[in-house]
C-alpha cells in the first residue's frame, strides 16, 4: 500500500512563488510516475505536471508551462513542485498523484491521491 503526504501551500501574491513537496512511503514501482492534479471550488479535477521516476522526463499542462517545474528526490521518495509567477487563477487545492505515467497523462486518474494542499493566489 502507498501513502501520499502533501505540504507547502499557503497563501502568496500574484507573481510570487510556492514549492509544493509530496512524500511517498511503502511500496513504489520504478515504472510508475508521479504527478500534480489540482481542483477549484465547483471546477474540474485538472492535470497540472507528472515526473517519469526512472527517466524523470516530464509533462505540463499548456496552463503552467514556462512557470511550473516538477522534479523528483529518489533518495528520499518525494516529488515537489515549484511554482513560479503564480495567478490567481491557480487557487486550488493541489493533489499529489501516483500511478502509471500515461494513466496521470493522458487518462487523468490515478491509483493513488493525497490529501490535498491549499494553494491560495491573491491579486
Known amino acids: 500500500q502507498v501513502q501520499l503526504v502533501e505540504s507547502g501551500g499557503g497563501l502568496v501574491q500574484a507573481g510570487g512563488s510556492l514549492r509544493l513537496s509530496c512524500a511517498a512511503s511503502?511500496?513504489?514501482?520504478?515504472?510508475?510516475?508521479m504527478g500534480w492534479f489540482r481542483q477549484a471550488p465547483g471546477k474540474e479535477r485538472e492535470f497540472v505536471a507528472a515526473?517519469?521516476?526512472?527517466?524523470?522526463?516530464?509533462y505540463y499542462a499548456d496552463s503552467v508551462k514556462g512557470r511550473f517545474t516538477i522534479s523528483r528526490d529518489s533518495a528520499k521518495n518525494t516529488v515537489y513542485l515549484q511554482m513560479n509567477s503564480l495567478k490567481p487563477e491557480d487557487t486550488a487545492v493541489y493533489y499529489c498523484?501516483?500511478?502509471?505515467?500515461?494513466?496521470?497523462?493522458?487518462?487523468?486518474?490515478?491509483?493513488?491521491w493525497g490529501q490535498g494542499t491549499q494553494v491560495t493566489v491573491s491579486s
Open positions: 511503502g511500496r513504489t514501482f520504478s515504472s510508475y510516475a
Open positions: 515526473i517519469s521516476w526512472s527517466g524523470g522526463s516530464t
Open positions: 498523484a501516483l500511478d502509471r505515467l500515461r494513466k496521470l497523462v493522458d487518462q487523468g486518474l490515478s491509483s493513488y
